[in-house]
């Protein structure tokens, strides 16, 4: 399977990184080039539960692909759904339910936010976006 | 020159964990052990493992005698009158349970449970959940700008309906002593029962019993550098007979048929089924070492830590203390930065702190937060830790300003 071309870019950027610190800066980076979300579309129903962060997640079907739209009150965190987003946006649901998101942040050098004694949330969104995918699939 | 702790090389889990690159900063969740308590654990499983209390063979024999020789050790540890005033529980969270139920009883519907707004949730939701099955009503003292639970507000608030006062000894969020020498004696006045939650109290300074003069008393084995998934829950005697039994089954029990059956009295009657025999016998262990530190230069280096700490967080630039810590932790926000961003690159440069909530959502509720990072200290920590912390702080601070 061809990787999206965010992605693609992604994946340059950061298995370039020597360091913790530069994956921080790049991370800062990214979360700053995420789309902002409205103030309507930052409310209860499109919150993320189990972060202690804020983070809203919106799932849309664009034809049979889909698009996530997410953010977050946490600048690092904003920058783990940049490229989150970079990875599933414009795939199909089938594509969806079988790309390895563990895999994804592993080879951006990012795996260890996703071990499960992380309060950082991003276990959360995973969850919350095969549920919106679920439900409105 | 550096702060040296004379009891670092004690601790393999610091080691182990320094040498990893990882700045243990958590003490207050969890403590590392001392060599002594590691030999304890393996001395009993490696030498033959025997259930207490059931059997005469001599593995049951041996294993009895050093589980019931802890019970003393604890008992002289917390200066209590007597050896039957020591119940093993699973832990702090477990003790407080057991007294939620057992006292259950005693209260009827309109009476009051007196907590503080600083409670860990360990010692709020029994108490709030009891006062929910039984129609009580649930009074939160407040605290004063430093995070002392405020005597003026208790006066008025502890009363002739008090049946019962629950309070920490030292808050794992603020990190003060509370006034309990005044709040328990509001609570006398009133024929008020008292339970004091010294999980983190326990910890920093030498329990006494008789000298605090609460009728219950709550502390858990891994805070204490003993092994987790056992507690201490000291009852006065008298206080001890009020209770009612609450779990059932073996060994606990003096006589039973099928439809009836007899309990024994504290401690046995409130031990049902298999008790934790390894980690009670290493938490001997872990009395015994702690027994023979002197604690009042353990209680000096701490100090000089504690202030260094508080130094350090008070010269960088933006830093919000939660309260005005006293010893043992340190708790704080930092203008304009997120305690999410602060957590992630404090984990990334190996600074093992806690970020969150810290177990008392009301509390950090209250102060308006939704969440602080907390710096916590045990006696194995040195000045190298806090350089560590601080240059990873300043580090931090950089990338996200």
Known sequence: ?137 | MSLISPWRADFPGILALAAEGQTYLDSAATAQKPQAVLDALLGYLAGGAANVHRAQHLPGERATRAFEATRDKAATWLNAASREEILFTRGSTEALNLLAYSLEHLLQPGDEIVISALEHHANLLPWQQLALRRGLKLVVLPLDAAGSIDLAHAAQLIGPRTRLLALSQLSNVLGRWQPLRELLAMARTHGALSVVDGAQGAVHGRPDMQALGCDFYVCSGHKLYGPDGVGLLYGRNQALAQLRHWQFGGEMVLDADYQSARFRPAPLGFEAGTPPVSAVIALGAALDWLSAQNQAAVTQHEATLHAELLAGLAARQGVRLLGQPQLALASFTIDGIHNADLAHLLTEQGIAVRAGHHCAMPLLKSLGLSGAIRVSLGLYNDGEDLTHFFDALDQALELLR
């Open chain 1, 1 to 137: 399977m061809k990787l999206p071309a965010a992605a693609e870019q992604a994946l340059e950027a950061f298995t370039a990184c020597p360091g913790w610190e530069q994956r921080a800066r790049l991370l800062l980076q990214w979360g700053q080039q995420l789309p902002t979300l409205s103030e309507a579309e930052c409310c209860e129903a499109n919150r993320v539960h189990g972060c202690e962060s804020q983070v809203w997640l919106l799932a849309e079907r664009q034809g049979e692909s889909w698009k996530f739209r997410a953010n977050s009150d946490a600048r690092l965190l904003r920058g783990l759904l940049a490229v989150l987003l970079a990875r599933v946006n414009g795939l199909k649901a089938s594509e969806l339910t079988s790309v390895d998101l563990h895999d994804w942040f592993s080879q951006l050098g990012l795996a260890r936010q996703l071990t499960p004694s992380r309060s950082n949330g991003l276990q959360a969104v995973l969850q919350r976006m095969r549920q919106l995918i679920q439900t409105e699939g």
